[in-house]
């Protein structure tokens, strides 16, 4: 599966940003997803993840009630509504797939794209 994740970019602290994650797998639909990130000199952290069918997700407790995770299986894409930013929600983020709803075990990894939060 390769994944290339979008959508990053600066934004002022209070503001939007979605994030998109395409995946190459045809069985996208069968696959969980997962979006993850990590800051400047800090672990990467999970932030939420969604099932092959959308209707089970999980969050990280710093994104619950500003981040929302959804999926289009007829685009292959998975999505990352942030709202209300702020400036320690700045890294990269990454997107990954795997077999199951999870915080850990991800097989797979895309380049990740950089949010930036001025405050």
């Known amino acids: 599966v390769q994944l290339q994740a979008s959508g990053g970019g600066l934004v002022q602290a209070g503001s939007s940003l979605r994030l998109s994650c395409v995946a190459s797998?045809?069985?996208?639909?069968?696959?969980?997803m997962g979006w993850f990130r990590q800051a400047p000199g800090k672990e990467r952290e999970f932030v939420a993840a969604?099932?092959?069918?959308?209707?089970?997700?999980i969050y990280a407790d710093s994104a619950k009630d500003r981040f929302t995770i959804s999926r289009d299986n007829a685009k292959n894409t998975v999505y990352l509504q942030m709202n209300n930013l702020k400036p320690e929600d700045a890294a990269v983020y990454y997107c990954?797939?795997?077999?199951?709803?999870?915080?850990?075990?991800?097989?797979?990894w895309g380049p990740g794209t950089l949010v930036t939060v001025s405050s």
């Open positions: 797998r045809r069985t996208f639909s069968t696959i969980a």
């Open positions: 990954a797939a795997g077999t199951r709803v999870a915080m850990t075990g991800y097989d797979y």
């Open positions: 969604i099932g092959w069918s959308g209707g089970s997700t």
